[in-house]
């Protein structure tokens, strides 16, 4: 009997805390989180191989917060533990990047549409640039749900003129070359330039969990970039975590 009781007590416990709804806030710098560490409450942190997370609660939601750090293996690594070791629900993506659109500055927000890796190049095949092996679409699809209250907070946190949504290239090169940057913007539509949505996006499909990226830009990653990046890395990555905050609300 007592056996019985123990084991029903595992059951609903165990179903309790796979039933709470926990949200992933990641960014790939230090600069890109430090804005929301100080907000967390009831804070416990973990650390898998040299990563670490910050659980707790944000505006009273269940959410972990860990930096990715950069590039894209980075990302996929973390985008797997936040799905096999802490059964997140949904993921969002903090941060700055280059413009690749031309007519977007630094401060502008660009909420994902769409994410590619720009730096698959299976051509020699006759694929096109950005198809992996495999999928149908160089385009990995965020939820649509998480991009309409992306941009509504936005929009609501900086205003209307400051938002855009659009296709964000990532691959694993700071991009700094106008030629370089006018490609990206060709080839693939890209409005925006960065080194991780992608492939977070990649193994988030992998996990059907629902994600978005929100890029702050700042730089034109033109050749001007490491001078404007610098300058500009703090404020904007604030601005991409006043809108998650804003998204928790
Ligand atoms: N993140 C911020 N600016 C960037 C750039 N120019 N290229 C790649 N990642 C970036």
Redesign the pocket.
Known sequence: MLRFFALLFTIISFNTAASVERTAIVGAMDVEIEGLLPKLTDVEEKTIGKHLFHIGQLNNKSVVVTKSGVGKVNAALTTTLLATEFNVNSIIFTG???ASAPELEPMDVVISTGLVQHDVDLTVFGSPMGLLDGYDSREFLPSEALVKQALTAAQTALGKEQVTTGIIASGD????DKEKVAYLYKEFQAKA???EGAALAQVADQFDIPYVVIRTI??K?DGS?ALT?EEMKKSTADNSVAIILEMLK
């Open positions: 700055i990047a280059g090169q700071f991009i700094a330039v960065e080194m700042s730089d990653a970039a990046y």
